[in-house]
């Protein structure tokens, strides 16, 4: 098994307040961004940032804790080994008409 953790899921969803916290739209629980991902895992392609960007004018680096509003930008920072995140906690809501589960 490869070390990627769980943050670098298209599931993980960032909590922009804590910097371990996140979110598992897959599995309707709270995770953290460095644990061993489950059988659910799928890994972030560009294609998944485009869509997000598309949809929601921005996704998230969680290493720079900034929103990153290009496809260009988020392309960066991927390919730096940032932890980029398709979607946001925010405040008590969660955007996950996206990617919701089945
Ligand atoms: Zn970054």
């Given at each position: 098994?490869?070390?990627?953790?769980?943050?670098?899921?298209?599931?993980?969803?960032?909590?922009?307040?804590?910097e371990t916290l996140g979110y598992c739209s897959t599995r309707s629980e709270f995770t953290t961004c460095s644990s061993t991902p489950c059988s659910e895992f799928k890994p972030l392609?560009?294609?998944?940032?485009?869509?997000?960007?598309?949809?929601?004018?921005?996704?998230?680096?969680?290493?720079?804790?900034?929103s990153l509003?290009?496809?260009?930008?988020?392309?960066?920072?991927?390919?730096?080994?940032?932890?980029?995140?398709?979607?946001v906690l925010q405040g008590e809501g969660i955007h996950e008409e996206v990617y919701a589960g089945d």
């Open positions: 098994m490869s070390r990627v953790p769980c943050g670098k899921c298209r599931f993980y969803v960032a909590y922009p307040f804590h392609s560009l294609e998944d940032v485009e869509d997000a960007l598309a949809k929601h004018g921005f996704v998230y680096c969680l290493t720079c804790r900034s509003t290009n496809l260009e930008e988020a392309f960066e920072h991927l390919s730096s080994g940032h932890i980029v995140n398709l979607q």
